[in-house]
Structure formats: structure tokens, C-alpha cells
């Protein structure tokens, strides 16, 4: 499956952006997906997961509240809908689809295929 994320920009402080990742190749229903966050000098980090069928979610920490993850099997797209966004929310943005979908992964290294990245800038 390839993917293809998009929908980052700049923004102000409080703001909203919705991110979508687009999958061809095969269907996005075989996967669970995920976001992940890459800032300048960090590591990738988890954001947030949904499994193959949208029953279920996961957020980080910093996110939860703020951040809501969806797809649309149909569409074969997932998005990340992203309010009152903050300075530290700047970074590159990455959805990614795992194979192995009994258990909604976290970590990068459990994700079988990665989309490009989109940048998200959030200023002060």
C-alpha cells in the first residue's frame, strides 16, 4: 500500500488544520493507521491510532482532547483533525499502516508502511 499525506500548513496558536492520508494499492480497511510526529532534532513520536475498522482509538498524552483521528474505509483515507493547536505541535507529520491489526500499535517500529510527511508549523 503506498500513502500519501497532506493537508499541513501554517497556522496560528489556537488554530485547526485536518490532515488526511490517502492509501492506494490496496485496500485501507486490511490496516490499522496511525500519526506520527517528527520535530527538527527529535524522535518520530506517536500521536495517534485507529484500528482497521474505526472502532477503536488511541492519543498521546499531549494530544488527547485536542486531536481526533477518523477514516473512511470507503474513501480509503484517514484523517487527523487537529484544534487549538500549540507552538510544540510544529513538526512533520506521518501516517503509516500496520498489517498486524489484533493489537492498535504505538510505536513506530510496529508499522509496516509510511506516507511522505506533511509539515505543520504553528506559530506563537
Known amino acids: 500500500v503506498q500513502l500519501q499525506a497532506s493537508g499541513g500548513g501554517l497556522v496560528q496558536a489556537g488554530g485547526s488544520l485536518r490532515l488526511s492520508c490517502a492509501a492506494s494499492?490496496?485496500?485501507?480497511?486490511?490496516?490499522?493507521m496511525g500519526w506520527f510526529r517528527q520535530a527538527p532534532g527529535k524522535q518520530r513520536e506517536f500521536v495517534a491510532a485507529?484500528?482497521?475498522?474505526?472502532?477503536?482509538?488511541n492519543y498521546a498524552d499531549s494530544v488527547e482532547d485536542r486531536f481526533t483521528v477518523s477514516r473512511d474505509n470507503a474513501k480509503n483515507t484517514m484523517y487527523l483533525q487537529m484544534n487549538s493547536l500549540k507552538p510544540e505541535d510544529t513538526a512533520v507529520y506521518y501516517c503509516?499502516?500496520?498489517?498486524?491489526?489484533?493489537?492498535?500499535?504505538?510505536?513506530?517500529?510496529?508499522?509496516?508502511?509510511w506516507g511522505q510527511g506533511t509539515q505543520v508549523t504553528v506559530s506563537s
Open positions: 494499492g490496496r485496500a485501507l480497511s486490511n490496516y490499522n
Open positions: 485507529i484500528t482497521w475498522s474505526g472502532g477503536s482509538t
Open positions: 503509516a499502516a500496520d498489517r498486524h491489526i489484533l493489537v492498535l500499535a504505538t510505536t513506530p517500529r510496529s508499522y509496516d508502511y
